[in-house]
Structures are given as structure tokens and as C-alpha cells.
């Protein structure tokens, strides 16, 4: 139900609340403009800025991946409603099921003015100039698009990577073909090792936006929220979170509910955070926990964390740094 069908003095209400919590969290020293800056929108979702890219975001996005599993009426079906309920940040990847899920957001966003309603964003796994320049045609024909609203390099999990990036061409023709506009913002992701982000944080380049883990057990191993987030804070670029559950293993082997995670990832100064959804049931949960989201207290998100303490100290419950975990175009690309 969309919050315009709320009672008035009830939505005002609930808005004032959120502008206090909010405020009150980011003048408490736990937060930044990120937070400060969260307003409500028309479709009750609310939003932050994306760094200094001058485009504000949803809180919570659509996953490539996930959405890539459903099958096609059903991926669809999702699409639409999540566009209709304001739920415009789309995730993707040039290497998402072999080039699927691109094709099944392309057909999703093809009608009724869709491409237009969103944020659109995708990733691109090559690393030299040519291969850089082939994903991103094969990514616009399949998305059934001009040009990408954020364009990100994918996976910069081995120690290489970063000077791959600026050293074979890929970054080159990523500036190229923002300057013909078929690429409007630049970033990169990753989830194995905080070095590997600040080493990309210490090339010369102004990035737009970075993609990392974000949840309660990254404070305890390889912790992104602390290391990478102030840095990019500092910078203003915007911080996509991902992997607010942890893969799943918090639900389902800590018993921690999925509602606690993401509220935590979201009290975290994050202009996003990117839904893993395969359904329209878990489509639907996602925005309602969007809709009703207040910022946890300095003391929640300590408590959460002493909880979360042991389990997290090894990693061993964030399989995505510990394990053989990603895309077998990255691991191949690197000879393993």
C-alpha cells in the first residue's frame, strides 16, 4: 500500500519522527549528511544522496543477481512493482547469469516509460581498454538502453586489480564513454578485502560511488563500515551497501530476523543498500521495512554488535571474504 493512502496528519507524523531520528543520529557523531539528508518521497520509500553525484537514491535497491534467478514473467513482475512502489535504484552486472539478468532487466524496463523511472545501474568486469568497451555494448544492448546511470568495475578482490584498472585502459575508456554520455557516474564494488578498496581510494581518480559489504558481522573481520566508509565519507562518494544479510548465514545461523539486519545496514551512513529479492513476497517485505525505517540508537548497534562478536570474528559466516566465492569470469581472468 502505497503511504499516500495514509492518513495526512499520520504520514506527518511519522515524517517528523523520522527527521528527528535521523538528525539526532547524525549530530550524535554516528552518522553523516547522508543521514541528515534522508527525506521522504511520493511513493513512501525514502531517499539519500548519492555522494556528490547530485542524484538522490531509494534506501533500498533491486539485486541483478537475485532478480536473475526468478523466472521471466515472475523477474518481471517484480520489476514493475518495485518501480511502481518506488523502489528505482536496479543493480546489475555484465556477468550476471551469463548476461541474463541484464536481459531480463532489459525486457523489464523496455515498456510504459520504465528506463526513465530509474537509477539504472550495471558493472563491468574487464580490466583493458577493449574488453571494457565490449561489456559496456553488450550491457546497453541488453539493458534495451543509451547509457547507464552508474557504470561500477566489478569485483576488485585480488591485489591487481586496482592497477589493472588504470594501468590497462579499462578506467580510459570508462571516462571516454561517460564524455559521449553512455555512462553518467563511475565506481567500483568488491567484497574480499578492505585493502583492496583503499588501494582503488588511493589511485588518482574522484570516484563517484563505491559498492561493499555492509552488515552487522563486517565490524568484527575485514571491517569495510570501518576502514572504507569513513574514507569515502570523508570524500563524499557514495557508498552502496551490499550483503546486508551476509549471504543469508545472519537469518538463518544467528537467528538475527532479516528486518534487524537491514535496519542496521541502513543506520550505517550508506546511500543505499542493494536487496537480494527473488520474489514479490520478499519484494514487498523489503519496502516495508523501507517505509518504516528509524535509524538504530548508538546503543542498539552496540548491543547488536557484542552479540554478533564471536561469531564474527573469523569471517567464517561471511563466506563472499573467506571463501572461493564470485565470478568464475574474475577468477579465470586471474588464472586461478
Known amino acids: ?86 523502489m528505482t535504484f536496479f543493480d546489475n552486472s555484465w556477468d550476471y547469469h551469463d548476461g541474463g539478468s541484464e536481459e531480463l532487466m532489459g525486457k523489464g524496463l523496455a515498456t510504459g516509460g520504465r528506463r526513465d523511472k530509474v537509477f539504472l545501474m550495471t558493472k563491468v568486469c574487464g580490466r583493458d581498454y577493449k574488453t571494457a568497451k565490449q561489456h559496456l555494448e553488450d550491457s546497453l544492448r541488453r539493458l534495451k538502453t543509451d547509457h547507464v546511470d552508474l557504470w561500477q568495475f566489478h569485483e576488485i578482490n585480488w591485489d591487481v586489480d586496482p592497477d589493472w584498472v588504470f594501468d590497462r585502459g579499462a578506467l580510459k575508456f570508462a571516462l571516454e564513454a561517460q564524455k559521449a554520455g553512455k555512462v553518467r557516474h563511475i565506481g567500483f564494488t568488491g567484497h574480499k578485502d578492505l585493502a583492496h578498496h583503499l588501494k582503488m581510494l588511493g589511485k588518482p581518480f574522484d570516484w563517484d560511488t563505491v559498492q561493499m559489504p555492509i552488515n552487522v558481522l563486517d565490524a568484527h573481520y575485514r571491517s569495510f563500515q570501518q576502514k572504507v566508509v569513513p574514507e569515502c565519507t570523508k570524500r563524499k562518494i557514495g557508498v552502496i551497501g551490499m550483503k546486508g544479510l551476509a549471504g543469508g548465514t545472519i537469518p538463518t545461523e544467528l537467528k538475527i530476523p532479516a528486518e534487524v539486519c537491514r535496519r542496521y545496514a541502513l543506520s550505517q551512513p550508506i546511500s543505499t543498500l542493494v536487496c537480494g529479492i527473488r520474489s514479490r513476497e520478499n519484494l514487498r517485505q523489503d519496502i516495508a521495512m523501507a517505509r518504516n525505517f528509524k535509524p538504530m540508537t548508538e546503543q542498539q548497534m552496540d548491543d547488536l554488535r557484542a552479540k554478533t562478536a564471536k561469531p564474527g570474528s573469523d569471517g567464517k559466516l561471511e563466506r563472499f571474504k573467506t571463501t572461493r566465492y564470485g565470478s568464475a569470469y574474475h577468477f579465470k581472468q586471474h588464472g586461478e
Open 1 to 86: 500500500m502505497h503511504e499516500s493512502g495514509q492518513n495526512p496528519s499520520r504520514q506527518a507524523a511519522r515524517r517528523g519522527f523520522l527527521k528527528a531520528s535521523v538528525a539526532s543520529l547524525a549530530t550524535g557523531g554516528l552518522g553523516s549528511s547522508v543521514l541528515a539528508d534522508q527525506q521522504e518521497s511520493p511513493a513512501g520509500i525514502p531517499t539519500r544522496p548519492l555522494g556528490k553525484t547530485g542524484r538522490r537514491v531509494p534506501i533500498v535497491g533491486l539485486g541483478g543477481y537475485h532478480v536473475g534467478t526468478a523466472e521471466e514473467k515472475e523477474a518481471i513482475a517484480i520489476m514493475h512493482e518495485a518501480i511502481d512502489q518506488g
